[in-house]
Nanobody, 116 residues
Framework: QVQLVESGGGVVQPGGSLRLSCAAS????????MAWYRQTPGKKREVVAR???????EYEDSVEGRFTISIDSAKNTVYLQMNSLTPEDTAVYYC??????????WGQGTQVTVSS
């Protein structure tokens, strides 16, 4: 069982920055992939960025160049640095992890609001 605890959400003005963190704890051998998803009311949850345990990363087109995902494998923690935020980035952001035995886990979500 894996618990994912997110932090770092909040309210920021357009053009501002936020850094999300997600720490994994519990009983597991290793984590293969960690990612950040986001969801707005009435819409499907979408992947924002994902990273493997060896640091290979991918981004959704709208955040490419603005967001950076990183991982501290020793701490089982993933980060999402979000810069140049726009109101369209407003959403609940969810942390995701897939363990080495291909089990998926989700965090509880953290609200990010971009508004002037």
């Amino acid at each position: 069982q894996v618990q994912l605890v997110e932090s770092g959400g909040g309210v920021v003005q357009p053009g501002g920055s936020l850094r999300l963190s997600c720490a994994a704890s519990g009983r597991f051998l290793s984590i293969n992939v960690m990612a950040w998803y986001r969801q707005t009311p009435g819409k499907k949850r979408e992947v924002v960025a994902r990273i493997s345990s060896v640091g290979s990363s991918e981004y959704e087109d709208s955040v490419e160049g603005r967001f950076t995902i990183s991982i501290d494998s020793a701490k089982n923690t993933v980060y999402l640095q979000m810069n140049s935020l726009t109101p369209e980035d407003t959403a609940v952001y969810y942390c995701y992890a897939m363990t080495s035995n291909f089990v998926n886990y989700w965090g509880q979500g953290t609200q990010v609001t971009v508004s002037s």
